[in-house]
């Protein structure tokens, strides 16, 4: 996602009145894809910057990390946020990578560093913890001396100083922590909370983990239509069950009209996309956009090459690859690796999260294409975006298929082998551009 859509320059009204709500007051915001609700839930921790604690929670790691480049390119601190899973276990995670020194080649079981953007923290062992601590996790397995000298979560640490330099490519004194993870306890009180798409966590959540540590108020932003965790309540029952004051934004402003007559038929829902569609001003449809294009292959290979083919030829950059499952991701990212096109991932090799996970998403990076399943792209926003194996073999669910959709802001290709999604039975032929390339795969063949 470019920088730059991180501002907002020119309010409407809906936007308005959500940023000039007061911060005291607990709301819900919701709105479809592309009205800016991410964007206004880290507006809303401006408005709590500096009048107290403030935090914003979300679902996903991959969301963590796109959101706290929002933050930071906002000047708020970036990480005052956290997902689900390390809100529950952890707090704060900070950024950076971890280094222990070596005492004679043992590990010295005392000091940590984080290295950052060329800054490095230093953090010496506490006999006793407070609440100003650091603990130290792990984000995969490591070598068992890393475990055997810090465990996981009982280990704490005080930051005593910050250096300018320290040389750590000194492998004699200082080894690389793999997946190591300082974190920041999450106070027992946060004044401000913010939850980003509200809707994949559950009314009993809110009630039962989020209010017990509100100090002034709660701000949920969510969209029921793009709802992916089986788990979550829609936005309309998080509603009843608060109580609280609903504001609505009103406004379309990523897809171009020429991808949201299309979206809108893929939700399967009552949405409108094209009334108060505000992309470039409301001129954002055919020709002055492209229809998506939607082609069918003879195979999941072709589908790749094609891929490879418009990201080269085209020169194509904020580029978003958006698989149904992880197996998918690494697929696609292997495939494209070896055609020499290096990317942007996050996926995990093994079944339990966060453990085992490969994440080298860069969201300042627009020229490496992310790769991405549809679950890890909620809120999310690419100029051009490509959705391959939608095929009736693909298992996602309808929300799913609509959100990765939903993420293109200038192009959307859908490609497809074998009998494709019934996700796009009810688009109108005339919104979209077919390509049949079985038929010239079969010519070339028979050629």
């Not at 800016?36 to 709590?48: E, F, M, P, S």
């Not at 094209?274 to 409301?282: E, H, L, Q």
């Not at 079944?351 to 549809?374: A, E, G, K």
Request: hydrophobic fraction near 35%; glycine fraction near 6%; charge should be negative.
């Amino acid at each position: 996602m470019r920088l730059e859509k991180w501002f907002i320059s020119n309010l409407d009204d809906s936007q308005r009145k959500i940023i000039t709500q007061n911060i005291e007051d607990s709301l819900i915001v919701k709105g479809a894809a592309g009205s800016g609700k991410t964007n206004l839930a880290i507006h809303r921790a401006r408005l709590a910057q500096g009048k107290g604690t403030y935090a914003i929670v979300i679902f996903t790691i991959a969301l963590k990390r796109m959101v706290s480049y929002g933050m930071k390119a906002l000047g708020l601190d970036h990480e005052r946020i956290a997902y689900d899973w390390a809100w529950n276990h952890r707090g704060f995670d900070l950024t950076g990578d971890v280094y222990c020194e070596l005492t004679g080649g043992a590990i010295d079981r005392d000091v940590l560093y984080l290295v950052n953007d060329n800054k490095v923290r230093k953090f010496k062992r506490t006999r006793e913890k407070s609440s100003t601590s650091y603990g130290i996790d792990f984000g995969d397995w490591v070598a068992e001396r890393f475990y055997c000298a810090f465990g996981r979560r009982t280990s704490w640490f005080d930051e005593v100083s910050e250096i300018g330099y320290l040389d750590v490519t000194n492998e004699e004194r200082f080894v690389l922590i793999p997946s190591g993870t300082m974190y920041k306890q999450a106070e027992s009180t946060i004044d401000y909370l913010i939850i980003d798409e509200a809707q994949d966590f559950n009314v009993s959540k809110y009630k039962e983990n989020f209010l017990p540590k509100v100090g002034k108020s709660l701000s949920l932003f969510g969209d029921s239509a793009q709802q992916m965790n089986s788990q979550g309540s829609n936005i309309e029952s998080i509603e009843s069950a608060l109580g609280y004051d609903t504001m609505s934004l009103n406004y379309n402003y990523r897809l171009p009209k020429s991808i949201a007559k299309v979206a809108q038929k893929i939700s399967g829902a009552n949405i409108d996309l094209m009334s108060n569609n505000r992309k470039d001003g409301g001129n954002s449809d055919y020709p002055n956009y492209p229809k998506p294009v939607v082609t069918e292959f003879s195979s999941e290979d072709q589908e790749l090459e094609d891929i490879v083919n418009k990201i080269k030829m085209e020169d194509l950059d904020d580029v978003a690859i958006l698989v149904p499952d992880e197996a998918a991701v690494i697929r696609v990212n292997e495939f494209l690796n070896k055609h020499e096109i290096q990317t942007q991932v996050h996926y995990r090799t093994g079944q339990v999260v966060p453990f085992r996970t490969i994440n080298t998403l860069d969201f300042s990076n627009n020229d490496l294409p992310c790769i991405l399943t549809y679950y890890a792209a909620k809120g999310s926003e690419f100029d051009n975006v490509f959705v391959p194996f939608a095929n009736s073999a693909n298992t996602a669910s309808r929300n799913a298929f609509y959100v990765a959709c939903t993420r293109a802001s200038r192009q959307l290709f859908i490609s497809y082998s074998g009998k494709k999604t019934s996700y796009l039975n009810d688009v109108n032929p005339k919104d979209i551009e077919m390509v049949d390339m079985t038929k010239q795969s079969q010519e070339a063949t028979d050629w």
